[in-house]
C-alpha cells in the first residue's frame, strides 16, 4: 500500500514554528531533524507505526485536533484523524520528544 505511505507521511518539510517559548531550541532543532530524517529512511514502516508517526508529528507541531472528522469513505483521512485524536491533551514537548525517539528507533 505504497499510496497509503505516502499520505501519512505527507508532513510539509519546511521549518516549524517556534511552539512556545519555553520550549527549547535543541528539542525544536532535534523534532525538526527527525521530521527530515523520517523521509529518508531505507525501509517502510508498518501502518500501524506510520500513524503513530503522523499522530505524534501533528500532535507536536499543532496540538490537539481540531476540526471535523472526515468522511465515511476517506478511509486513509479517518485513521489519521483517530490516531491524532487518541493524542489529545498530550503536551506538544511530550509528542516531540515521542516523535523524535520514534523515529531514532526506526534508524531515521
Given at each position: 500500500?505504497?499510496?497509503?505511505?505516502?499520505?501519512v507521511?505527507?508532513?510539509?518539510?519546511?521549518?516549524?514554528?517556534?511552539?512556545?517559548?519555553?520550549?527549547?531550541?535543541?528539542?525544536?532543532?532535534?523534532?525538526?531533524?527527525?521530521s527530515?530524517?523520517?523521509?529518508?529512511?531505507?525501509?517502510?514502516?508498518?501502518?500501524?507505526?506510520?500513524?503513530?508517526?503522523?499522530?505524534?508529528?501533528?500532535?507536536?507541531?499543532?496540538?490537539?485536533?481540531?476540526?471535523?472528522?472526515?468522511?465515511?469513505?476517506?478511509?486513509?483521512?479517518?485513521?489519521?484523524?483517530?490516531?491524532?485524536?487518541?493524542?489529545?491533551?498530550?503536551?506538544?514537548?511530550?509528542?516531540?520528544?515521542?516523535?523524535?525517539?520514534?523515529?531514532?528507533?526506526?534508524?531515521?
Amino acid at each position: 500500500m505504497d499510496s497509503f505511505r505516502g499520505r501519512v507521511l505527507q508532513a510539509p518539510i519546511v521549518p516549524h514554528p517556534r511552539v512556545t517559548s519555553s520550549m527549547s531550541d535543541d528539542l525544536q532543532s532535534q523534532f525538526e531533524q527527525a521530521s527530515l530524517d523520517i523521509t529518508r529512511l531505507g525501509h517502510r514502516p508498518d501502518n500501524d507505526t506510520l500513524l503513530r508517526i503522523y499522530a505524534l508529528y501533528k500532535q507536536g507541531s499543532e496540538g490537539d485536533f481540531q476540526g471535523e472528522k472526515p468522511g465515511f469513505f476517506d478511509f486513509v483521512g479517518t485513521a489519521k484523524y483517530e490516531a491524532w485524536a487518541k493524542l489529545a491533551g498530550m503536551p506538544r514537548d511530550a509528542a516531540m520528544r515521542q516523535y523524535i525517539d520514534l523515529v531514532r528507533s526506526l534508524g531515521g
